[in-house]
């Protein structure tokens, strides 16, 4: 019998172990979006995931925001770069 491994303990954080998967990737993303000066409009099923705006300056940058839980997940799923400013991971 293979030993489980136990998911990576986080401190300080809103979860107990690291994201397992992408759901759990936006839910540490909502906490800490604030913080990074993210002001989020919509979260989608869709390509991309997120649409949102962040301060720089005295002005706000609207970015196209995909989340994934693994990098390599962008690319097999398809998703045209040319149509996404970030992507969270």
């Known amino acids: ?11 300080n ?14 839910f540490l993303f909502a906490h ?11 979260i989608r099923p869709q390509f991309p995931d997120c649409v949102a705006y962040r301060r720089i300056g005295d ?3 609207k970015l196209q925001i995909e989340f994934e839980f693994k990098l390599s997940s962008f690319k097999a799923h ?4 040319a149509k996404c ?4 991971c």
Do not use: C, S
């Open 32 to 42: 800490v979006a604030r913080r990074l000066q993210f002001r989020i409009e919509e």
């Open 1 to 11: 019998m293979k030993k489980e491994q136990k998911p990576l303990a986080l401190k």
């Open 59 to 61: 002005e706000e940058k």
């Open 13 to 26: 954080a809103p979860m107990e172990y690291a994201p397992a998967n992408e759901l759990g990737v936006v």
């Open 85 to 88: 400013d970030l992507i969270i």
């Open 78 to 81: 398809g998703h045209d770069p």
